[in-house]
Protein backbone atom coordinates (compact mmCIF):
# COMPACT_ATOMS: atom_id res chain seq x y z
CA UNK A 1 0.00 0.00 0.00
CA UNK A 2 1.10 3.35 -0.88
CA UNK A 3 2.31 5.27 2.29
CA UNK A 4 0.48 8.56 1.24
CA UNK A 5 -2.83 6.35 1.67
CA UNK A 6 -1.75 5.35 5.15
CA UNK A 7 -3.17 6.89 8.52
CA UNK A 8 -1.76 8.18 11.32
CA UNK A 9 -3.58 8.90 14.43
CA UNK A 10 -2.95 10.96 17.44
CA UNK A 11 -4.98 10.44 21.04
CA UNK A 12 -4.95 12.89 23.71
CA UNK A 13 -6.52 11.24 26.54
CA UNK A 14 -8.18 12.02 29.69
CA UNK A 15 -10.70 10.63 32.12
CA UNK A 16 -13.96 11.00 30.88
CA UNK A 17 -13.04 11.89 26.82
CA UNK A 18 -10.51 11.03 24.41
CA UNK A 19 -9.26 13.41 21.53
CA UNK A 20 -8.58 11.71 18.43
CA UNK A 21 -6.10 13.20 15.54
CA UNK A 22 -5.71 11.61 11.87
CA UNK A 23 -3.45 12.80 9.79
CA UNK A 24 -2.66 11.30 6.15
CA UNK A 25 1.03 9.83 5.23
CA UNK A 26 2.01 13.80 4.26
CA UNK A 27 1.43 15.09 7.68
CA UNK A 28 -2.11 16.96 6.72
CA UNK A 29 -4.77 16.76 9.53
CA UNK A 30 -7.89 15.05 8.03
CA UNK A 31 -10.27 14.06 11.13
CA UNK A 32 -10.78 15.33 14.78
CA UNK A 33 -13.27 14.41 16.91
CA UNK A 34 -13.42 13.35 20.64
CA UNK A 35 -15.05 10.28 22.34
CA UNK A 36 -16.52 8.83 25.66
CA UNK A 37 -14.14 7.06 27.73
CA UNK A 38 -15.30 3.79 28.08
CA UNK A 39 -16.12 0.34 25.74
CA UNK A 40 -18.92 2.34 23.26
CA UNK A 41 -16.52 5.26 22.55
CA UNK A 42 -13.15 2.65 22.26
CA UNK A 43 -14.99 0.92 19.57
CA UNK A 44 -16.41 4.49 17.97
CA UNK A 45 -12.71 6.14 17.93
CA UNK A 46 -11.21 2.74 16.65
CA UNK A 47 -14.27 2.64 13.74
CA UNK A 48 -13.21 6.62 13.02
CA UNK A 49 -9.17 5.34 12.85
CA UNK A 50 -10.67 2.43 10.09
CA UNK A 51 -8.37 -0.70 8.96
CA UNK A 52 -5.51 -1.24 11.05
CA UNK A 53 -3.75 -2.36 7.99
CA UNK A 54 -4.37 1.43 6.59
CA UNK A 55 -3.01 2.75 10.05
CA UNK A 56 0.55 3.00 10.00
CA UNK A 57 0.54 4.12 13.73
CA UNK A 58 -1.42 5.42 16.62
CA UNK A 59 0.15 7.71 19.30
CA UNK A 60 -1.47 7.31 22.93
CA UNK A 61 -0.40 9.76 25.64
CA UNK A 62 -0.78 8.04 29.23
CA UNK A 63 -1.33 4.45 28.53
CA UNK A 64 -0.10 3.62 31.93
CA UNK A 65 -3.11 6.32 33.23
CA UNK A 66 -5.99 7.78 31.43
CA UNK A 67 -5.36 5.80 28.71
CA UNK A 68 -4.89 1.90 29.60
CA UNK A 69 -8.10 1.09 28.52
CA UNK A 70 -8.20 2.10 25.30
CA UNK A 71 -4.57 0.58 24.27
CA UNK A 72 -5.53 -2.11 25.42
CA UNK A 73 -8.62 -2.48 23.39
CA UNK A 74 -6.29 -0.67 20.24
CA UNK A 75 -3.75 -3.24 20.80
CA UNK A 76 -6.19 -5.88 20.53
CA UNK A 77 -7.80 -4.92 17.15
CA UNK A 78 -4.29 -5.34 15.63
CA UNK A 79 -3.32 -1.36 15.46
CA UNK A 80 0.44 -0.73 16.06
CA UNK A 81 0.50 1.47 19.85
CA UNK A 82 3.08 3.40 20.92
CA UNK A 83 3.49 5.70 23.78
CA UNK A 84 3.95 9.09 23.32
CA UNK A 85 5.19 11.50 25.97
CA UNK A 86 3.63 14.93 27.34
CA UNK A 87 5.85 17.64 26.95
CA UNK A 88 6.56 19.27 29.97
CA UNK A 89 4.97 23.14 30.49
CA UNK A 90 8.70 24.73 30.18
CA UNK A 91 9.67 22.68 26.63
CA UNK A 92 6.29 23.94 25.18
CA UNK A 93 7.25 26.81 22.54
CA UNK A 94 6.04 30.31 23.77
CA UNK A 95 2.53 31.73 22.19
CA UNK A 96 1.53 28.51 20.96
CA UNK A 97 -2.34 27.22 21.56
CA UNK A 98 -2.95 24.56 24.35
CA UNK A 99 -6.03 22.55 24.18
CA UNK A 100 -7.27 18.90 23.36
CA UNK A 101 -6.89 19.32 19.56
CA UNK A 102 -3.79 20.90 19.32
CA UNK A 103 -2.35 17.65 22.40
CA UNK A 104 -3.92 14.91 20.03
CA UNK A 105 -2.25 16.50 16.54
CA UNK A 106 0.96 16.94 18.37
CA UNK A 107 0.73 13.33 19.68
CA UNK A 108 0.45 12.46 15.82
CA UNK A 109 3.10 14.30 14.29
CA UNK A 110 5.15 13.01 17.60
CA UNK A 111 4.47 9.02 16.23
CA UNK A 112 4.79 10.18 12.22
CA UNK A 113 8.08 11.78 13.05
CA UNK A 114 9.10 8.52 15.79
CA UNK A 115 9.86 11.54 18.69
CA UNK A 116 9.84 9.85 21.79
CA UNK A 117 8.08 7.11 21.43
CA UNK A 118 7.57 3.70 23.59
CA UNK A 119 6.37 0.20 23.72
CA UNK A 120 3.54 0.89 26.50
CA UNK A 121 3.14 -1.60 28.92
CA UNK A 122 0.75 -4.69 28.52
CA UNK A 123 -0.88 -4.92 31.58
CA UNK A 124 -2.56 -7.88 31.47
CA UNK A 125 -0.94 -10.25 33.56
CA UNK A 126 0.74 -11.05 37.04
CA UNK A 127 2.49 -7.65 37.18
CA UNK A 128 -0.36 -5.73 36.84
CA UNK A 129 -1.92 -7.68 40.20
CA UNK A 130 0.70 -7.17 42.25
CA UNK A 131 1.31 -3.37 41.36
CA UNK A 132 -2.67 -3.11 42.99
CA UNK A 133 -1.02 -5.09 46.28
CA UNK A 134 1.88 -2.81 46.14
CA UNK A 135 -0.24 0.35 45.97
CA UNK A 136 -2.75 -0.98 48.84
CA UNK A 137 0.62 -2.19 50.55
CA UNK A 138 2.08 1.36 50.87
CA UNK A 139 -0.99 2.95 51.92
CA UNK A 140 -1.12 0.49 54.50
CA UNK A 141 2.55 1.44 55.25
CA UNK A 142 1.77 5.08 55.73
CA UNK A 143 -1.21 4.60 57.68
CA UNK A 144 0.79 2.48 60.25
CA UNK A 145 3.56 5.25 59.72
CA UNK A 146 0.98 8.12 60.32
CA UNK A 147 -0.59 5.96 63.50
CA UNK A 148 2.38 5.53 65.59
CA UNK A 149 3.72 9.73 64.70
CA UNK A 150 0.22 10.72 65.96
CA UNK A 151 0.84 8.51 69.32
CA UNK A 152 4.15 10.02 69.78
CA UNK A 153 3.02 13.64 69.15
CA UNK A 154 -0.08 13.30 71.29
CA UNK A 155 2.09 11.96 74.14
CA UNK A 156 4.06 14.26 74.47
CA UNK A 157 1.59 17.10 75.32
CA UNK A 158 -0.38 13.91 77.74
CA UNK A 159 -0.53 14.30 81.58
CA UNK A 160 2.61 13.85 83.17
CA UNK A 161 1.08 10.51 84.95
CA UNK A 162 0.52 8.92 81.08
CA UNK A 163 3.34 10.54 80.04
CA UNK A 164 5.77 8.80 82.17
CA UNK A 165 4.12 5.78 82.23
CA UNK A 166 4.46 5.15 78.30
CA UNK A 167 7.95 7.38 77.37
CA UNK A 168 10.17 4.41 78.71
CA UNK A 169 8.43 1.76 76.47
CA UNK A 170 9.36 0.95 73.15
CA UNK A 171 7.03 1.04 70.28
CA UNK A 172 5.32 -2.43 69.92
CA UNK A 173 4.72 -2.58 74.03
CA UNK A 174 3.35 0.96 73.66
CA UNK A 175 1.09 0.50 70.85
CA UNK A 176 0.13 -3.04 72.37
CA UNK A 177 -0.55 -1.81 75.75
CA UNK A 178 -2.67 1.29 74.34
CA UNK A 179 -4.47 -1.28 72.71
CA UNK A 180 -5.58 -2.86 75.82
CA UNK A 181 -6.13 0.30 77.84
CA UNK A 182 -9.95 0.96 77.96
CA UNK A 183 -10.29 3.20 81.42
CA UNK A 184 -8.68 5.94 83.50
CA UNK A 185 -8.99 7.59 86.92
CA UNK A 186 -10.70 10.47 85.62
CA UNK A 187 -12.57 11.72 82.76
CA UNK A 188 -10.04 13.13 80.99
CA UNK A 189 -7.94 10.22 80.82
CA UNK A 190 -10.71 7.95 79.83
CA UNK A 191 -11.01 10.08 76.73
CA UNK A 192 -7.32 10.38 75.90
CA UNK A 193 -7.31 6.49 76.38
CA UNK A 194 -10.00 6.49 74.20
CA UNK A 195 -8.03 8.53 71.47
CA UNK A 196 -4.99 6.45 71.91
CA UNK A 197 -6.52 3.26 72.17
CA UNK A 198 -8.34 4.17 68.44
CA UNK A 199 -4.72 4.76 66.89
CA UNK A 200 -3.52 2.04 68.46
CA UNK A 201 -6.25 -0.40 66.64
CA UNK A 202 -5.56 1.36 63.58
CA UNK A 203 -1.90 1.01 63.71
CA UNK A 204 -2.27 -2.84 64.49
CA UNK A 205 -4.46 -3.50 61.55
CA UNK A 206 -2.68 -1.49 59.41
CA UNK A 207 0.60 -3.79 59.88
CA UNK A 208 -1.81 -7.14 59.66
CA UNK A 209 -2.37 -5.50 56.32
CA UNK A 210 1.12 -4.90 55.63
CA UNK A 211 2.38 -8.54 56.28
CA UNK A 212 -0.77 -10.41 54.34
CA UNK A 213 -0.37 -8.16 51.35
CA UNK A 214 3.41 -8.72 51.22
CA UNK A 215 2.38 -12.68 51.65
CA UNK A 216 0.36 -12.70 48.72
CA UNK A 217 3.27 -10.57 46.73
CA UNK A 218 6.05 -13.23 47.70
CA UNK A 219 3.15 -16.06 46.49
CA UNK A 220 2.66 -14.56 42.89
CA UNK A 221 6.79 -13.85 42.59
CA UNK A 222 7.14 -16.92 43.63
CA UNK A 223 4.74 -18.69 41.26
CA UNK A 224 5.54 -15.72 38.10
CA UNK A 225 9.41 -14.53 38.72
CA UNK A 226 11.54 -17.19 41.38
CA UNK A 227 14.09 -15.88 39.58
CA UNK A 228 13.87 -12.27 40.78
CA UNK A 229 14.01 -13.70 44.59
CA UNK A 230 16.73 -15.58 43.90
CA UNK A 231 18.95 -12.47 43.75
CA UNK A 232 20.81 -11.54 46.58
CA UNK A 233 19.21 -8.96 48.69
CA UNK A 234 15.99 -8.66 46.48
CA UNK A 235 12.88 -9.24 48.71
CA UNK A 236 9.51 -9.45 47.88
CA UNK A 237 9.02 -5.27 48.20
CA UNK A 238 12.28 -4.72 46.08
CA UNK A 239 11.05 -7.55 43.32
CA UNK A 240 7.46 -6.14 43.34
CA UNK A 241 8.90 -2.64 42.52
CA UNK A 242 10.86 -3.93 39.80
CA UNK A 243 8.90 -6.03 37.66
CA UNK A 244 6.12 -3.14 37.98
CA UNK A 245 8.37 -1.00 36.31
CA UNK A 246 9.60 -3.35 33.57
CA UNK A 247 5.48 -4.30 33.19
CA UNK A 248 3.83 -8.21 31.97
CA UNK A 249 5.83 -7.71 28.83
CA UNK A 250 9.58 -6.80 29.52
CA UNK A 251 10.60 -7.46 26.25
CA UNK A 252 9.42 -4.47 25.04
CA UNK A 253 12.51 -2.79 26.17
CA UNK A 254 15.34 -3.54 23.64
CA UNK A 255 18.56 -4.11 25.80
CA UNK A 256 19.38 -3.97 29.79
CA UNK A 257 21.07 -0.30 29.27
CA UNK A 258 17.26 0.59 28.15
CA UNK A 259 16.27 -0.95 31.57
CA UNK A 260 19.10 0.75 33.34
CA UNK A 261 17.60 3.73 32.00
CA UNK A 262 14.50 3.59 32.89
CA UNK A 263 15.18 2.65 36.46
CA UNK A 264 17.46 5.82 36.07
CA UNK A 265 20.73 4.33 37.07
CA UNK A 266 22.14 4.87 33.48
CA UNK A 267 25.62 6.72 33.73
CA UNK A 268 25.32 10.58 33.04
CA UNK A 269 28.34 12.36 31.78
CA UNK A 270 29.47 15.37 33.89
CA UNK A 271 32.93 16.04 32.41
CA UNK A 272 34.62 19.35 32.34
CA UNK A 273 37.72 20.18 31.55
CA UNK A 274 40.34 17.80 32.38
CA UNK A 275 38.05 15.79 34.43
CA UNK A 276 36.17 12.92 33.09
CA UNK A 277 33.49 11.84 35.36
CA UNK A 278 29.74 10.71 35.58
CA UNK A 279 27.24 11.47 38.04
CA UNK A 280 24.09 10.22 39.38
CA UNK A 281 21.00 9.99 37.09
CA UNK A 282 17.62 11.31 38.99
CA UNK A 283 15.30 10.65 36.24
CA UNK A 284 13.51 7.50 35.66
CA UNK A 285 11.46 5.44 37.94
CA UNK A 286 12.13 6.38 41.48
CA UNK A 287 10.41 3.18 42.62
CA UNK A 288 12.39 0.91 40.69
CA UNK A 289 15.72 3.54 41.61
CA UNK A 290 14.40 2.84 44.93
CA UNK A 291 14.60 -0.89 44.92
CA UNK A 292 18.28 -0.96 43.40
CA UNK A 293 19.65 0.90 46.40
CA UNK A 294 18.02 -0.84 49.01
CA UNK A 295 19.57 -3.98 47.31
CA UNK A 296 22.97 -2.43 47.13
CA UNK A 297 22.64 -1.37 50.48
CA UNK A 298 21.99 -4.92 52.06
CA UNK A 299 25.08 -6.18 49.15
CA UNK A 300 27.58 -3.37 50.81
CA UNK A 301 26.61 -4.55 54.26
CA UNK A 302 26.50 -8.47 54.03
CA UNK A 303 28.24 -9.87 50.62
CA UNK A 304 31.99 -9.62 50.66
CA UNK A 305 32.35 -9.76 46.61
CA UNK A 306 30.30 -6.53 46.99
CA UNK A 307 32.62 -5.51 49.65
CA UNK A 308 35.49 -6.13 47.25
CA UNK A 309 34.64 -4.47 44.68
CA UNK A 310 33.38 -1.19 46.14
CA UNK A 311 36.92 -1.22 48.12
CA UNK A 312 38.07 -1.38 44.10
CA UNK A 313 36.28 1.26 42.90
CA UNK A 314 37.39 3.65 46.03
CA UNK A 315 41.06 2.71 45.05
CA UNK A 316 40.60 3.79 41.53
CA UNK A 317 39.53 7.30 43.34
CA UNK A 318 35.64 7.12 42.91
CA UNK A 319 33.35 8.28 45.81
CA UNK A 320 31.04 6.63 47.48
CA UNK A 321 28.44 7.61 45.79
CA UNK A 322 29.91 7.15 42.31
CA UNK A 323 31.12 3.23 43.22
CA UNK A 324 27.30 2.89 44.76
CA UNK A 325 25.88 4.20 40.64
CA UNK A 326 28.18 1.82 39.32
CA UNK A 327 27.28 -0.78 41.49
CA UNK A 328 23.42 0.12 40.90
CA UNK A 329 24.12 -0.31 37.61
CA UNK A 330 25.74 -3.78 37.22
CA UNK A 331 22.50 -4.87 39.63
CA UNK A 332 20.06 -3.61 37.15
CA UNK A 333 22.02 -5.48 34.84
CA UNK A 334 21.33 -8.67 36.47
CA UNK A 335 17.76 -7.96 37.61
CA UNK A 336 17.11 -7.83 33.54
CA UNK A 337 18.16 -11.01 32.73
CA UNK A 338 16.27 -12.77 35.75
CA UNK A 339 13.09 -10.55 34.19
CA UNK A 340 13.69 -11.76 30.33
CA UNK A 341 14.21 -15.57 32.44
CA UNK A 342 11.91 -15.23 35.51
CA UNK A 343 11.89 -19.18 35.72
CA UNK A 344 15.55 -19.89 35.39
CA UNK A 345 16.58 -20.61 38.39
CA UNK A 346 18.79 -22.69 40.03
CA UNK A 347 18.33 -22.75 43.80
CA UNK A 348 15.64 -24.99 45.02
CA UNK A 349 12.94 -23.63 47.02
CA UNK A 350 12.96 -24.09 51.47
CA UNK A 351 10.44 -26.28 51.34
CA UNK A 352 12.43 -28.35 48.71
CA UNK A 353 15.39 -28.50 50.58
CA UNK A 354 13.53 -29.33 53.92
CA UNK A 355 12.01 -32.28 51.94
CA UNK A 356 15.97 -33.26 50.84
CA UNK A 357 16.89 -32.77 54.69
CA UNK A 358 14.00 -34.89 55.91
CA UNK A 359 15.41 -37.73 53.91
CA UNK A 360 18.87 -37.57 54.73
CA UNK A 361 17.88 -38.20 58.18
CA UNK A 362 19.58 -34.79 58.82
CA UNK A 363 18.31 -31.95 61.54
CA UNK A 364 18.63 -28.31 61.32
CA UNK A 365 21.57 -28.10 63.72
CA UNK A 366 23.68 -30.75 62.01
CA UNK A 367 23.63 -28.46 58.61
CA UNK A 368 24.01 -25.52 60.48
CA UNK A 369 27.24 -27.08 62.20
CA UNK A 370 28.29 -28.52 58.63
CA UNK A 371 27.93 -24.85 57.22
CA UNK A 372 29.40 -23.07 60.05
CA UNK A 373 25.79 -20.81 61.02
CA UNK A 374 23.31 -21.07 63.67
CA UNK A 375 21.03 -23.21 63.06
CA UNK A 376 17.91 -20.39 62.90
CA UNK A 377 19.33 -19.51 59.30
CA UNK A 378 18.13 -23.21 58.26
CA UNK A 379 14.83 -23.13 59.92
CA UNK A 380 14.39 -19.19 58.20
CA UNK A 381 15.98 -20.79 54.85
CA UNK A 382 13.31 -23.68 54.55
CA UNK A 383 10.17 -21.53 56.16
CA UNK A 384 11.08 -18.57 53.30
CA UNK A 385 10.66 -16.26 56.13
CA UNK A 386 14.06 -14.91 55.38
CA UNK A 387 16.32 -15.16 51.47
CA UNK A 388 19.58 -15.89 51.90
CA UNK A 389 20.37 -17.08 47.85
CA UNK A 390 24.38 -17.78 48.76
CA UNK A 391 23.77 -19.46 51.88
CA UNK A 392 21.05 -21.45 50.27
CA UNK A 393 22.90 -22.34 47.55
CA UNK A 394 25.59 -23.68 49.93
CA UNK A 395 22.82 -25.69 51.39
CA UNK A 396 21.36 -27.12 48.41
CA UNK A 397 25.35 -28.12 47.45
CA UNK A 398 26.01 -29.73 51.01
CA UNK A 399 22.98 -31.52 50.75
CA UNK A 400 23.28 -32.77 47.09
CA UNK A 401 27.41 -34.30 48.60
CA UNK A 402 25.75 -35.60 51.38
CA UNK A 403 23.09 -37.86 49.19
CA UNK A 404 26.12 -38.84 47.38
CA UNK A 405 27.78 -40.28 50.53
CA UNK A 406 24.26 -41.61 51.74
CA UNK A 407 24.60 -45.86 51.26
CA UNK A 408 22.38 -47.03 48.68
CA UNK A 409 19.57 -49.21 50.79
CA UNK A 410 19.83 -52.67 50.71
CA UNK A 411 16.54 -54.62 48.99
CA UNK A 412 15.71 -57.92 50.96
CA UNK A 413 16.20 -61.67 49.28
CA UNK A 414 12.94 -62.83 47.54
Known amino acids: MDENEMVVAGIDTHKDVHVLCLLDGSGRKIFTSSFAANRQGYRSLACAIGDPKQCKIVGVE ?24 RPKRDKRRIGT ?19 GLSTPKSQDGWVEAIRFLQISRKTAVQTSTTAINKVKALMATAPEDIKSRYSTMGRDAMMRSLRR ?7 LERLIYASFRSLAILWEESNEQVGALEKEMKNLLELNAPALLDIYGCGPVAAASLAIAAGDNPERMRSE ?71 KRYIAKEIFRALLNPYCSSAKRGSELKAMRIALELTQTKVGVALGVPSARISEIESGARRLPELEYLYQEWLLAENEKAPMPVLDKL
Open 257 to 327: AAFASLCGVCPIEASSGKVVRYRLNRGGDRQANSALYHIAIIRMRYDEKTMDYMDKRRYEGKSTKEALRCL
Open 62 to 85: GTASYGAGLARHLMSLGYQVAEVL
Open 181 to 187: KRSGTTE
Open 97 to 115: NKNDPEDAERAARDALAGN
